[in-house]
């Protein structure tokens, strides 16, 4: 999940890595400050609709 995660990260996959991120974070995985850090500036730059949108489907592909 990691490497998933930094390769969207390095191809500026932003919908796609915090779709990962907030994956990895709900399986207990540790992700670097730096990862955080872009996926909050993805996370902030969305329309309100559209992260909620971005969190439910992370949610549903984990549960």
Known sequence: ML???QRSVD???????LMRCIQA??????????ILGYCQQVADRMPP???????RQACALTA
């Open 11 to 17: 191809f500026g996959h932003g919908k796609l890595a």
């Open 25 to 34: 974070e709900q399986m207990g995985i540790c992700i670097a400050p730096d």
């Open 49 to 55: 609709a559209t992260l909620q949108r971005v969190i």
């Open 3 to 5: 490497k998933l995660l």
